[in-house]
């Protein structure tokens, strides 16, 4: 089951400047386990204390996964997961 | 309508319907038309809200120094409004954005101070937070935290909403200073049982995102999770697409943020089809497409008015 996970270029240190990986897992929680053990450290840059960092955004589909279920949303194959930082507007 | 000025007209904007892009007669989309506003966007609400409050506060005196970090829009809104009340007025402006931004505020006076291209708006900010503190008798309204921006949609964008359309079942805006969705927002779920209020964040080319660590990120001090249903993450291509579509079949211009507005609407409205729901689903059109011509957004095929726009600051 893969899932494709676009990288902001800010991360692409622990992906060897990889924009996309690819990774498994039922969940978010799940598949960020996963990435971390091809690319040590990017779980570290996502997640504290079991929650998603606060200047972090991780979308599913283009849907803001805080809305969906945080960590514990779920996936199926053929997902697609972003990541961007947090940024301003106006 | 008659008014006594300018600042006077402010507000009470079209609610119009889109009876072609509405996907049924029972799932219907309309379209708040803020561009019909003095400097013609949604910004002019908080500008002067921001205003008023600081000058009730004290804070704004006459000969005073505006400063403030924006995209456009709001440093527009608040030029004007700077111009015709006598204040001097600074912008800090990141360099990837329009050219006709820069001109328009040139035009009512303002200043300009460049902030990196990379970075975006988060640089705006840090560098309007810099000047803040080596100039303490400049005062900057800063909308991304000023309860007035919020406020200003609370007592009126929502409120006009409601009048025009009690049916309303979901909200759609931009996500930039979050001021609009909050004050709507808000405004909407104390009086509308299971209203949605859905968000639409412009996703840009990667050059905006270049931020030193991924701590240095910026959330608006406005920003509360709980008064959104959902979020949703839309590119230049879908928003570029969605705006194209509002010209050629409602013959609405608009600028490039409400294609990424009207993308998450039409969103929405599929999913009411799917679930045999009624929808009246009301979006902001935050501004027209006159800013934007030079990004080339109108013309060519949807790529190459992609790859202009890629590193810009579209919405």
């Given at each position: 089951?893969?899932?494709?996970?676009?990288?902001p270029?800010?991360?692409?240190?622990?992906?060897?400047?990889?924009?996309?990986?690819?990774?498994?897992?039922?969940?978010?929680?799940?598949?960020?386990s996963?990435?971390?053990?091809?690319?040590?450290?990017?779980?570290?840059?996502?997640v504290?204390?079991?929650?998603?960092?606060?200047?972090?955004?991780?979308?599913?589909?283009?849907?803001?996964?805080?809305?969906?279920?945080?960590?514990?949303?779920?996936?199926?194959?053929?997902?697609?997961?972003?990541?961007?930082?947090?940024?301003?507007?106006? | 309508?008659?008014?006594?000025?300018?600042l006077?007209?402010?507000?009470?904007?079209?609610?119009?319907?889109?009876?072609?892009?509405?996907?049924?007669?029972?799932?219907?989309?309309?379209?708040?038309?803020?561009?019909?506003?003095?400097?013609?966007?949604?910004?002019?609400?908080?500008?002067?809200?921001?205003?008023?409050?600081?000058?009730?506060?004290?804070?704004?005196?006459?000969?005073?120094?505006?400063?403030?970090?924006?995209?456009?829009?709001?440093?527009?809104?608040?030029?004007?409004?700077a111009?015709?009340?006598?204040?001097?007025i600074?912008?800090?402006?990141?360099?990837n954005?329009?050219?006709?931004?820069?001109?328009i505020?040139?035009?009512?006076g303002?200043?300009?101070?460049?902030?990196?291209?990379?970075?975006?708006?988060?640089?705006?900010?840090?560098?309007?937070?810099?000047?803040?503190?080596?100039?303490?008798?400049?005062?900057?309204?800063?909308?991304?935290?000023?309860?007035?921006?919020?406020?200003?949609?609370?007592?009126?964008?929502?409120?006009?909403?409601?009048?025009?359309?009690?049916?309303?079942?979901?909200?759609?805006?931009?996500?930039?200073?979050?001021?609009?969705?909050?004050?709507?927002g808000?405004?909407?779920?104390?009086?509308?049982?299971?209203?949605?209020?859905?968000?639409?964040?412009?996703?840009?080319?990667?050059?905006?995102?270049?931020?030193?660590?991924?701590?240095?990120?910026?959330?608006?001090?406005?920003?509360?999770?709980?008064?959104?249903?959902?979020?949703?993450s839309?590119?230049?291509?879908?928003?570029l697409?969605?705006?194209?579509?509002?010209?050629?079949?409602?013959?609405?211009?608009?600028?490039?943020?409400?294609?990424?507005?009207?993308?998450?609407?039409?969103?929405?409205?599929?999913?009411?089809?799917?679930?045999?729901?009624?929808?009246?689903?009301?979006?902001?059109?935050?501004?027209?497409?006159?800013?934007?011509?030079?990004?080339?957004?109108?013309?060519?095929?949807?790529?190459?008015?992609?790859?202009?726009?890629?590193?810009?600051?579209?919405?």
């Open positions: 089951m893969a899932i494709e996970v676009r990288i270029t800010i991360l692409r240190n622990l992906t060897d400047g990889s924009k996309a990986v690819e990774g498994k897992g039922g969940t978010l929680d799940e598949l960020f996963d990435l971390d053990t091809r690319h040590p450290g990017l779980r570290a840059k996502l504290k204390d079991g929650k998603l960092l606060k200047f972090v955004n991780v979308y599913l589909n283009d849907e803001d996964v805080r809305f969906l279920g945080g960590l514990g949303t779920e996936l199926t194959d053929g997902d697609s997961v972003t990541i961007l930082p947090a940024v301003a507007g106006g | 309508m008659r008014f006594d000025s300018l006077d007209s402010l507000g009470h904007t079209p609610l119009v319907g889109l009876p072609r892009l509405s996907p049924s007669p029972d799932v219907r989309l309309w379209a708040k038309l803020e561009d019909r506003n003095p400097t013609g966007s949604v910004k002019d609400r908080p500008a002067l809200w921001m205003i008023d409050q600081a000058e009730k506060d004290g804070l704004l005196t006459p000969g005073c120094t505006i400063l403030e970090p924006t995209s456009g829009n709001t440093g527009i809104s608040l030029a004007m409004a111009r015709l009340r006598g204040y001097r600074i912008c800090v402006m990141p360099e954005t329009s050219e006709e931004r820069r001109q505020l040139r035009m009512w303002a200043e300009i101070i460049a902030s990196p291209a990379a970075g975006g708006s988060n640089e705006a900010v840090r560098v309007a937070k810099g000047l803040a503190a080596e100039h303490p008798d400049w005062v900057m309204l800063y909308q991304y935290g000023n309860e007035a921006n919020a406020r200003a949609h609370y007592e009126t964008t929502g409120p006009e909403i409601l009048a025009d359309l009690p049916s309303v079942t979901h909200f759609v805006a931009g996500l930039g200073t979050t001021g609009t969705l909050m004050g709507v808000r405004y909407l779920r104390e009086r509308v049982p299971d209203i949605k209020i859905v968000a639409a964040e412009p996703r840009y080319g990667e050059l905006v995102y270049g931020l030193r660590n991924i701590d240095e990120g910026f959330v608006p001090e406005l920003y509360d999770e709980s008064v959104l249903t959902t979020r949703f839309v590119g230049a291509s879908d928003a697409r969605r705006t194209r579509e509002l010209l050629g079949q409602e013959g609405i211009f608009a600028g490039l943020s409400t294609g990424g507005a009207l993308h998450a609407a039409l969103g929405m409205a599929r999913k009411a089809v799917k679930a045999g729901e009624r929808a009246d689903i009301v979006f902001i059109v935050a501004d027209g497409g006159w800013k934007y011509l030079s990004t080339g957004a109108y013309e060519g095929t949807l790529e190459e008015a992609e790859t202009r726009l890629e590193g810009q600051l579209w919405a």
